[in-house]
RNA sequence: GGCGCGGUAGCCAAGUGGUAAGGCAGAGGUCUGCAAAACCUUUAUUCACCGGUUCGACUCCGGUCCGCGCCUCCA
């Protein structure tokens, strides 16, 4: 089956090609570098990361550019408050982001945008959009006026014709003539920093950093843009009309939204004060593994309630995986190989790639690889499993470990290294061949003090990191 | 009010017009010097509710109830 995802735009699952045919020009919103990203966050980060795996594992190549915002109205109240300039204050945000990023093993983009660091271009595009009678001044702040933009809602399919301005909705401190315009530059407000531009003094609204950073880097038409289900109005809307009103093209070809992460039943946010960032959550004890399997294992489209009962169930699952993998290492195999086993792996594959193409169900995908493993756990203990059928099950493991990349412990640093526990078994192994079963125990008590856990089989022990 | 999503076993969660994946937890068993481990087996006559279409619906249609999100900054 051809890689299929649901685009936002058409409501519908499309199949999946970029305009080149090869190469995938992907922009995915980022975070606003304020405080602590949250693991809600990092539901959506760590979806995008899915969908970059996915796309490398069909053989497309990524040119994958993120946005950091790092210019925005409560960073610069935070950094003032901080007496900072924004760039010392979202410094140490970003290199929060990049190393909680790195901890959840989400690769990286091919690159990160700073708005800050777009401005001329920000600036040309208003001004084009401005040579286009899409904009208008008032009191030193640009605006974007939907009126000039008939397609405006096909996105989020709103109809906004009916809307008589200002009737419906509050205007906010910046004078709009229709409440559903939307500010593109930004008076300077007293005290706050600012950019002298052609535009007056000011800094630059939310919106158009995404459509500049996007076209600059990956073309007036771009392959996927994604973010989380609530960027899709009005954030998602603006970006098209932004764009879509300067070129007269089409902005993106398909949208991708990730649903959010609930807690108690209800969005994980900061403005509600019911969010964990991952930093929380790894004090209280939980690996990054289990986290991440945790925030992928559902379907992306689907809200997911997060509690720490379901954190453990996937940390527990996470382990049935690795000890089927640690089997395959240790277990004492007869020699040849079983063509029906080979033929289970293969079925296996086909299935977690089937499940990864249908709109990336994770569900689905992680399904086949427990059942493959139930079934070569099965085939193990009956002696069916032969050596020669390692080599397929390891392929398998890897296909799967190259999108959900859960498999390997993270090694905590100060751990015992490989080359010392293993001195540890031996010295127990030692001590449980002369019958010394206190100081065998007392081994096995002292590893799992620093986080290793020995396990006897019959063909002899193994260990694992906890 | 408008738009969108969802209600499947104790919990999490796939799925299909033809009779319910998978995971966790629970129960039983195997292995083991012991074992907190590991492995196997087992767990929904039923898919929110009410009608309709059909040989047949959880899956399609209509309606009802409930939950969530967006409509303002937001992943």
């Not at 593109?184 to 950019?195: C, I, T, V």
């Not at 991440?292 to 379901?310: E, I, M, P």
Request: aromatic share 10%; with cysteine.
């Amino acid at each position: 089956m051809a890689l299929r995802f649901y685009n936002t735009l058409t409501q519908e699952l499309e199949e999946f090609q970029p305009q080149d045919g090869k190469t995938v020009r992907m922009y995915t919103c980022g975070p606003t570098v304020y405080s602590y990203v949250h693991i809600g966050n990092f539901r959506t980060f760590s979806f995008q990361d899915i969908l970059r795996r996915t796309l490398k594992a069909r053989g497309f190549t990524l040119d994958h550019v993120m946005n950091i915002t790092d210019v925005e109205d409560k960073i610069i109240r935070n950094a003032m408050a901080a007496g900072q300039t924004i760039q010392e204050y979202t410094a140490q945000y970003t290199q929060a982001f990049k190393d909680d990023s790195a901890t959840l093993r989400l690769q990286a983009p091919e690159r990160l945008a700073f708005a800050t660091e777009h401005i001329p271009e920000m600036v040309n595009a208003i001004e084009r959009l401005a040579a286009g009678h899409h904009t208008y001044a008032n009191e030193g702040s640009t605006y974007f006026r939907i009126s000039t933009f008939p397609e405006y809602g096909k996105l989020s399919h709103t109809n906004f014709s009916g809307n008589i301005a200002g009737a419906r909705v509050e205007v906010d401190e910046y004078d709009k003539a229709d409440a559903r315009d939307f500010v593109l530059w930004k008076a300077q407000k007293p005290g706050e920093p600012a950019w002298q531009t052609s535009l007056g003094e000011g800094r630059p609204g939310w919106h158009i950093e995404c459509s500049v950073m996007a076209m600059k880097y990956l073309g007036e038409t771009i392959d996927i843009h994604t973010g989380g289900v609530d960027l899709v109005f009005p954030h998602h809307e603006n970006e098209i009309a932004q764009s879509e009103a300067i070129t007269g093209k089409r902005f993106v070809r398909y949208w991708l939204h990730a649903e959010h992460l609930m807690v108690e039943g209800q969005k994980m946010s900061k403005s509600l004060g019911n969010f964990y960032t991952l930093r929380d959550i790894i004090e209280k004890g939980y690996s990054p593994e289990s986290i991440r399997y945790l925030l992928v294992s559902a379907h992306y489209r689907k809200q997911l309630n997060f509690t720490f009962d379901g954190l453990k169930g996937a940390a527990a699952s996470l382990e049935r995986l690795r000890n089927f993998e640690l089997r395959l290492k240790n277990d004492r195999l007869a020699e040849g190989v079983n063509p029906e086993m080979e033929a289970r792996t293969a079925a296996a594959s086909a299935a977690f790639n089937k499940g990864l193409d249908d709109d990336l169900n994770t569900s689905d995908a992680l399904a086949a690889i427990y059942e493959y493993v139930r079934d070569a756990n099965t085939a193990l203990d009956a002696g069916q499993f032969l050596a020669g059928n390692t080599a397929g099950a390891h392929a398998l493991l890897a296909e799967f470990d190259a999108i959900f990349d859960v498999l390997k412990p993270t090694i905590q640093s100060g751990a015992l290294t490989d080359a010392e526990i293993d001195a540890q078994v031996a010295e127990r192994n030692k001590a449980k061949k002369a019958k010394d079963f206190k100081r065998a125990d007392a081994i096995r008590n002292e590893l799992l003090e620093r986080g290793v856990v020995l396990e006897d089989t019959k063909d002899g022990v193994r260990w694992k990191r906890k």
